[in-house]
């Protein structure tokens, strides 16, 4: 079975106290930090940016998984490397498909993991050819920009499409969905073959980091589909 992970997106953390929301996540068992990269072009706000994600990296042995919502991503692949990203993402249409694919091999070429992640209105079919040599494949379940948003459960059978290709083609890529995941909503990802969970709202605002945390990944664990594992065996080395 693919390793359920959870990545708490830092977007909903106390921006005054970063260093005690790193630690609070850690300490809730976090397997990930979700750093969301905006510029205000490619999505209509701004977050954070190199310099942030460095001194996160700077005080966790956590993997920094990196969403970039930004046009050009390329140029700031080196930089990331250096502030410690593990996993860079970005979005399958930020430009044309030869400089989408190039961005990705970059990546992987620097020692970080790639992601490609799709927009509500992109389809399954976007990332198929890029499927091979993509670590991750992201499937946005609001439109990227803000945190806080209600969960848009007609994503799910774009979920479903992706999980059916990467395990068909004995893929070693994991399937992440972003936006509105909580309670009420991750055993309907997990169902569809996500395994990979970013919570803001959910994790940062919860009572008990911990608790939140730990109940959904169980909720997660008992919806995830047993059989997509069988495949595990062919799976390509890369
Ligand atoms: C939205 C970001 C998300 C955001 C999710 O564009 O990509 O990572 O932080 O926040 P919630 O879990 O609150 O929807
Ligand atoms: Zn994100």
Do not use: W
């Amino acid at each position: 079975m693919a390793k359920i992970k959870m990545s708490p997106s830092l977007l909903a953390c106390d921006f005054l106290h970063l260093e005690d929301e790193v630690r609070k996540a850690e300490k809730a068992g976090a397997d990930m930090l979700h750093c969301d990269v905006m510029d205000g072009v490619y999505v209509p706000n701004i977050s954070f940016g190199f310099d942030i994600i460095s001194k996160i990296g700077s005080i966790t042995e956590l993997p920094l998984d990196v969403h970039m919502m930004t046009v050009c991503p390329e140029k700031y692949l080196e930089v990331l490397k250096e502030a410690g990203a593990s996993y860079v993402t970005v979005h399958s249409d930020y430009s044309d498909p030869d400089t989408v694919r190039n961005t990705v091999l970059k990546i992987r070429e620097l020692g970080m993991k790639a992601g490609v992640s799709l927009k509500p209105k992109r389809a399954a079919e976007d990332v198929f050819g890029l499927a091979e040599i993509t670590d991750m494949i992201l499937v946005m379940t609001v439109e990227p920009g803000f945190g806080g948003q209600k969960f848009m459960a007609d994503m799910m059978p774009k979920v479903r499409k992706i999980r059916e290709f990467v395990d068909s083609h004995g893929l070693d890529c994991d399937i992440q969905v972003d936006g509105g995941i909580g309670t009420s909503t991750i055993s309907q990802a997990a169902e569809a073959g996500a395994n990979v969970f970013v919570v803001g709202t959910g994790a940062f605002r919860a009572e008990d980091m911990q608790a939140a945390l730990r109940d959904l990944k169980k909720a997660a664990k008992a919806a995830f589909p047993k059989d997509s594992s069988a495949k595990k065996q062919t799976m390509r080395k890369k």
